[in-house]
């Protein structure tokens, strides 16, 4: 593939200081995300594919660190920018939608809210009527009907699926080139599951780079185009879906998909 990818990881390690022992639970992770295409990391539980996504973020609380190793994202190392400079690129360049969907928004806030606070720290400078479009827009792209009702409401009125949603219109309105989705629809139906694939597949034609962080693999197989899978921290098999799926290089990914085969 010629293409530049627009978030590449390098060797990146993130251990937790505990005091009878050190958890590597990331060991040296390095991966390429291109855009246009959904990348898939896969790995069962405590494999360190939450770690992973939040070290992106630079969100890994104590006892945790990041020791090592470089996040590239369109050429910038992330790695070497401050917390305040680190502030400006989450939700506008890199966006994410997280595992539990209600607790990912402010409780005290309303959709609209939420909403004008993506345009107020990444696209200033927009008027009220401007942006109440903006938001009409970006609802609809995902799928919500009934706009201005959402808008008005507070996350603990709205489903899980809808609030994940709510989050993928956050990383819409600020025009985020990477969407990271750390176990997307682990919480939901299984109809709003399959809306929220959907969006995600129409997010990648749309040019999106897109990080699907799953145990699944039978999402994997279903939206992934690369897949990288991780075992106590470690990328233990990758490659495009139809590789790792047609041969398999590790004993781990072979029992990974005999589990759904
Ligand atoms: N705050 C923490 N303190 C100590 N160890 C932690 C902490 N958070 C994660 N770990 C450890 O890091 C490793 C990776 O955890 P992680 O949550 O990334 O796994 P995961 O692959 O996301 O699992 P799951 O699918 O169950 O969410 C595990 O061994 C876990 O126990």
Wanted: aromatic content about 6%.
């Amino acid at each position: 593939m010629a293409e530049q990818p627009v978030l590449s990881i390098r060797n990146l390690k993130t251990y937790f200081y505990l005091e009878e022992q050190i958890v590597k639970a990331v060991d040296g992770v390095s991966l390429d995300v291109y855009k246009g295409r959904i990348t898939a990391l896969v790995g069962g539980s405590g494999s360190g594919k939450s770690v992973m996504s939040l070290s992106i973020f630079n969100l890994v609380d104590q006892p945790g660190k990041i020791i090592g190793g470089e996040i590239w994202l369109n050429g910038v190392n992330l790695r070497t920018l401050s917390e305040k400079q680190l502030l400006k690129i989450r939700g506008k360049e890199i966006a994410m939608i997280f595992q539990d969907p209600t607790s990912s928004l402010n409780p005290v806030l309303k959709v609209k809210k939420h909403l004008a606070e993506v345009i107020r720290t990444h696209q200033k400078g927009i008027g009220k009527k401007e942006a109440l479009r903006m938001f009409r827009d970006v609802l609809s792209r995902v799928g919500l009907k009934n706009t201005d009702q959402i808008l008005e409401s507070y996350p603990f009125e709205l489903s899980g699926g809808m609030c994940q949603r709510v989050m993928v219109a956050m990383g819409l309105l600020a025009q985020a080139h990477v969407l990271i989705a750390d176990e997307p629809t682990s919480s939901l139906d299984l109809t709003t599951q399959a809306a929220i694939l959907e969006e995600l597949t129409r997010l990648k034609k749309e040019g999106m780079a897109i990080v699907l962080i799953t145990h699944d693999l039978g999402v994997v197989a279903q939206m992934a185009d690369d897949v990288y899978v991780i075992k106590d921290g470690k990328i233990v098999d990758s490659g495009t879906v139809y590789q790792v799926f047609e041969a398999p290089k590790h004993d781990y990914t072979r029992s990974l998909l005999e589990a759904i085969f």
